[in-house]
């Protein structure tokens, strides 16, 4: 059945157009799809790096989402921003000794 529909679009196809023109088409088909500044490939590269861009953004949105929460707690009392310095920077008090454990 299915054979049946394409042979008859071939003949359709044919029977309209010269061989020329038919090569023709094609030529231009096989450029436009293959061969050109846009082709099929390309175009998949580009899908796939937009999506690789997407994921990042999307990371980069939820980075700076944690450090403006973390901006805010620091900002809120002084106590925070000691124990930020301590933690971070291993900043300690005159009367303190500190002790790294790797």
Same mark, same amino acid.
């Given at each position: 059945?299915?054979? *049946?529909?394409f042979k008859k679009w071939g003949k359709i196809v044919v029977?309209?157009? %010269?061989?020329?023109?038919?090569? %023709?088409?094609? /030529?231009?088909?096989?450029?436009?799809?293959? /061969?050109?500044?846009?082709?099929?490939? !390309? =175009?998949?590269? !580009?899908?796939? =790096?937009?999506?690789?861009?997407?994921?990042? /953004?999307?990371?980069?949105? &939820?980075?700076?989402?944690?450090?403006?929460e973390k901006l805010i707690e620091l900002n809120s009392s002084?106590?925070?921003? &000691?124990?930020?310095?301590? &933690? !971070?920077?291993?900043?300690?008090?005159? *009367?303190? *000794?500190?002790?790294?454990?790797?």
């Open positions: 059945m299915k054979m *049946d529909v029977g309209r157009f %010269s061989k020329v023109q038919l090569l %023709s088409i094609g /030529i231009i088909v096989v450029i436009a799809f293959f /061969i050109g500044d846009s082709n099929v490939f !390309n =175009r998949f590269n !580009n899908n796939m =790096r937009i999506s690789e861009l997407n994921k990042q /953004i999307e990371y980069y949105r &939820e980075e700076t989402q944690k450090n403006k002084k106590e925070n921003i &000691e124990k930020f310095a301590r &933690e !971070n920077y291993l900043m300690k008090k005159p *009367d303190e *000794d500190v002790f790294i454990v790797q």
